[in-house]
């Protein structure tokens, strides 16, 4: 979840959201959603609640929304940028690394995938139109553009969704340099890097595009049957 000021019935107050259509997809995957509170980064127990939920919890997924801090992979701020939330950042890292050490599945979307890629020493394109001359991969802010990916043989992606599978993208940034270790496991016809994975672990899967608005719920369905049966994927 993050937190955010919002608006319901007569009301506009500071609320801590997560958008419903993840929390049906991982229902209609057969999952129970656990939503994980936006903690104060840095506070006294931070650590310790991070911990009790990563204990907690059978796999990981790391939804979309704004950008992750530029300067948490070492570049100035674009000024095309969506804006961050450095607590938000902190937190997601924070059980990121708790999930990646436990060796729990993960299932990152969108901002996911990027916040995973800079955990692991990788970057971002700050402003993917200005690097590829085309807003194809997200039509305007709040809205979705279709999207053809070829995945790579002998990953998880090919597997679950197989050679070629038309998705949903709403995303400004992409994968600059890879992170370590990571490898990538699907491309749109640009190019860009759509898909990661994570070799040596169970189930790490970053996808760019969001699953959650197609309904497509292949990619949970895998997440949660490696929680369950514990075995790679």
């Known amino acids: ?98 999930a990646l050490k436990g060796d729990l599945p993960v299932l990152a979307i969108c901002r996911g995938l990027q916040l995973l890629n800079v955990f692991l020493g990788g970057d971002l394109i700050q402003h993917l139109p200005d690097a590829i001359g085309s807003s194809a991969h997200q039509p305007r802010p709040g809205a979705f553009g279709p999207m053809s990916v070829t995945t790579e043989p002998g990953s998880i992606v090919r597997r679950v969704l197989g050679e070629r599978t038309d998705v949903l993208c709403s995303h400004h940034q992409a994968i600059g340099s890879l992170g370590a270790d990571l490898s990538v496991t699907a491309r749109s016809h640009d190019g860009v890097i759509e898909a990661i994975e994570l070799p040596g672990h169970r189930f790490v899967v970053g996808v760019q595009w969001h699953p959650e608005e197609s309904g497509d719920r292949r990619l949970v369905e895998a997440l949660i049957e490696s929680s369950r049966t514990g075995e790679a994927a």
Do not use: C, H, K
Request: proline share 6%; hydrophobic share 45%; net charge negative.
């Open 1 to 98: 979840m993050y937190r955010q000021v919002a608006s319901w019935g007569a009301w506009e107050r500071d609320a801590a959201l997560v958008p419903g259509a993840y929390v049906d997809l991982v229902v209609a995957a057969g999952g129970q959603p656990v939503l994980i509170p936006p903690f104060e980064a840095g506070n006294q127990g931070f650590t310790a609640g991070i911990e009790a939920f990563a204990g907690a919890i059978d796999g990981l997924m790391l939804v979309g929304g704004g950008d992750v801090n530029a300067e948490r992979y070492g570049q100035p701020l674009d000024p095309g940028g969506g804006g961050f939330n450095d607590d938000r950042d902190e937190v997601e890292f924070g059980i990121l690394s708790a």
